[in-house]
């Protein structure tokens, strides 16, 4: 990493202009962030049976994930180990093994090697086994790391399950998934995802229903307490974990957040009008004044889960100039589409407020773009995660 490109950030700044074009910058990111961090690589509910796999990039490589006869998901390399072409091509599939187009070697949803015809006496299949990607699985959620020493995986489990566990999205079905191809450098978008600082002026439908924006607000002051105060007895009530019931979205912890909001007085989920889009309520709830479950990883990964559906979203770089973000909606397995729920409407409250904040990125992205740019300073007040987020960034790269 040449190192005059990190001397050009100022802490308490943005990154400077190349961060968000440089071939070879994207390619550090991708080798030392997107190879070395847990990546979201999609839901438990994708890989229901034993044989079914899924693919995706992360940070560059193709990988398969797959679930055994067990019930356990394994991740490899999507990568022959004869002469290397990618195994299973296909995005979604199901099979008994994991058989190379070019060739035909075939291996175990476990990744060993059990056939290779022709190869002679002296071939050893043992040492020919897909090579392992860490994949670990909690609460409908599946994460990958390409690391040979992963960071322990467990500090984010255990962070994020007291308040994800009751959301039921490991007994859920996809009602959507939507894909954003946007054409502009992934960093837009994770940073514009750590501040709401741009709400106000950019997502009125997001803050009619939440109280992000009014934590400072004395008109408000009262109903706010008021309505977590109420909010918490009832949660406690239906077994859920009010140790992080607030209204804040800062950080939690170093790489990842999570915590429990009310959404606003009178409403109950995140929709246009703040009532119910999905009829049967996910995880069995009884109440549908759940609140929004919110749950944030570095590098990939956002969760807003509602009592009657849930939207998470995984980003996956594909050169400085493209991103595409993965947008997933979920409903309670028992909900029958066209009688609970309509996808488009269960999707129409978090489509929008992506596709502004896509707007909102695709006008910075001329900006940070042009010869005119110069990174400009974080408010400490409003702008605290993205600050934060790229310092995390800046380490990561060897500041
Ligand atoms: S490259 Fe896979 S079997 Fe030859
Ligand atoms: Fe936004």
Redesign the pocket.
Known sequence: MNVHWLNGYRPGYGLPRDFYTNADIFAEEQERIFRNNWFFAGHSIELPKSGDYMTLNVGGAPVVVVRDRDGKVHAHHNV?R????I?CTKEKGKATRLV?P????SYAHDGQLVG?PMMGESFDKAEHGLKGVHAEEFDGLIFVNLSDTPSPFDELRDHLSPILKSQGMNRAKIALIRDYELDLNWKLVVENNRECYHCEANHHGYVSVQYDTENDNPDLKGEITERLADCAIRWEKAGLDTARVNTSSDYTAEWFRANRTPVRKGMVTESPDGQLVCDVLMAGFSDPDMGTARANTNINFWCHANSDYAHTVRITPVSPTKTIVRGYWLVDENAVEGRDYDPEKVAAFHDEVMSEDWEICRRQWIGVTSPGFQPGPYSPLKEQNVDRYVRWYARQMGA
């Open positions: 022959c004869h002469r290397g072409s195994i190379c070019y060739h035909s070697w290779a």
